[in-house]
């Protein structure tokens, strides 16, 4: 970490803020919310913005970011920007089974390596991949530049530990999303499964420090060494997710989350099945 504490260092020598803020949104969510609440969030002191092709709300969350270049609050070079490029988000057949593409993991890693030495991105790295996936990159011939990042489903009821030993041991950062548990949407999560935040070893601990379950939830990963995204449109809860630096979990504390593990994923993206690199076949 630098002196700060609040940074960590990525294998290409640039620096990652421990803390990110989220922006994807359910689509009933109007996508000029993205635009005020990304401002808010930069202004609340986030300075790791996180979104993706997929969230189609990149042209919002970029005029929020310019907006707040603009009037001074941040200059370009505080804020890390994490995209997920794509083309067609969910292309399916007649039959409404989805279209996957053929081409090979490490020709898509080459690309991206391309797009490195060409500018257009100062880090490169990963998401949902599991060891295997990571290892076929790692081990390919000629390989350029190694993943900075592997950007996967992580939180106490599934918090990857045998995932993030492997990834410490290539100097590759796990960055965790669904963080706080998941919003419940039908076509990624299953209604079913409990409410971590409701959890109630979380909540004797949140009690105990006098913060949120939400609060501890986030701090577990960051002292663990895993960047971890807060994902949320409610002003409040913005302000208070950036106060994840005020305290300190105790060792006993963060024994008692670890025992919270049960490999319990909410988002199964099921969307995914059937393709021969579907990542969620096994846990790690």
Not at 41 to 56: C, K, N, P, V
Not at 248 to 260: N, R, S, V, W
Request: hydrophobic share 35%.
């Amino acid at each position: 970490m630098d002196p700060k504490g609040q940074r960590v260092k990525l294998n290409d020598g640039h620096f990652i803020p421990v803390l990110g803020f989220g922006t994807f949104a359910p689509r009933e969510v109007p996508k000029s919310e993205a635009l005020e609440v990304t401002k808010f969030a930069i202004e609340a002191g986030f300075r790791h913005i996180d979104s993706a092709h997929l969230y189609q709300n990149e042209e919002q969350v970029g005029q929020a970011i310019r907006s707040k270049i603009a009037d001074g609050t941040v200059k370009r070079e505080d804020i890390f920007y994490t995209s997920k490029p794509g083309e067609t988000l969910f292309p399916t057949d007649e039959n409404g089974k989805p279209i996957f593409d053929s081409v090979d993991l490490c020709r898509t890693w080459e690309a991206l390596e391309k797009c490195k030495d060409a500018g257009l991105t100062k880090s490169i790295g990963v998401s949902n991949f599991n060891h295997k996936q990571l290892e076929k990159i790692l081990n390919k011939p000629g390989l350029k530049y190694k993943p900075v990042c592997n950007q996967v489903e992580c939180h106490p009821y599934f918090n990857q530990s045998k995932l993030l030993d492997f990834c410490k041991s290539h100097d590759i950062v796990l960055v965790a999303y669904g963080a706080l548990g998941s919003q419940r949407l039908k076509e990624w999560v299953n209604p079913n499964l409990p409410f971590l935040l409701e959890d109630p070893v979380l909540s004797a601990i949140a009690k105990k420090h006098r913060q949120t379950p939400a609060l501890v939830a986030l701090r577990y990963q960051i002292q663990r060494g895993v960047v971890v995204l807060a994902k949320s449109y409610n002003k409040k809860r913005i302000k208070e997710n950036i106060q994840v630096f005020d305290f300190e979990l105790t060792p006993e504390d963060m024994k008692a989350i670890d025992g919270l593990n049960s490999n319990m994923r909410y988002n199964e993206l099921l969307l995914g099945v059937g393709h021969p690199e579907y990542p969620f076949v096994e846990e790690y």
